[in-house]
């Protein structure tokens, strides 16, 4: 039982990080999702920033220790993405990567808020009467 929330907060942690990155651009889509992504963005930018560690992670921890594995002591991040899908001295870098892709979706959801707003005002000025003299 505990093996299997460890599990699924695994995959909980890396749908959240996958959100982090790449949320920004549901927003794109759905405007409302911008606020959720950017306190998420805001989350990741403090946890790599800041030496905190993720809830999340404690709860992984705990259920390792439970299914009676060792507690893996590292973050999520140290432990299941530097070194194993890019290597360590590319921490900085991937960072910086992330930060300009983030970035670049809110951007993008800027440019789509301005489209919507100003033909939402065209078709208002459309739909008005004309002005008799």
């Known amino acids: 039982m505990y ?7 695994l995959v909980l942690h890396f749908a959240f990080l996958a959100y982090v990155i790449l949320g920004g651009f549901v927003a794109w889509r759905w405007p409302k999702a911008f606020w959720p992504h950017l306190a998420a963005a805001a989350w990741g ?9 993720c809830p ?3 709860v992984e921890h705990w259920a390792r220790r439970r299914a009676g ?3 893996v002591g590292r973050g999520f991040i ?3 993405i530097e070194g194993v899908l890019y290597p360590e001295r590319y921490t900085h870098l991937l960072q910086v ?3 300009v892709l983030v970035v670049g979706s809110y951007v993008g959801v ?7 707003r100003d033909t939402k005002r065209g ?5 008005e009467p004309p002005a008799t003299v």
């Not at 930018?45 to 560690?53: G, H, M, Y």
């Not at 800027?110 to 919507?116: D, I, L, N, S």
């Open 3 to 9: 093996r299997a929330l460890a599990t699924t907060v």
């Open 78 to 80: 140290d432990q299941y």
């Open 97 to 99: 990567m992330v930060g």
């Open 45 to 53: 930018l403090a946890v790599v920033s800041i030496p905190l560690t």
């Open 110 to 116: 800027y440019v789509g808020y301005r489209k919507r």
């Open 56 to 58: 999340l992670t404690y």
């Open 69 to 71: 594995e060792a507690g």
């Open 123 to 127: 078709t208002e000025k459309m739909s």
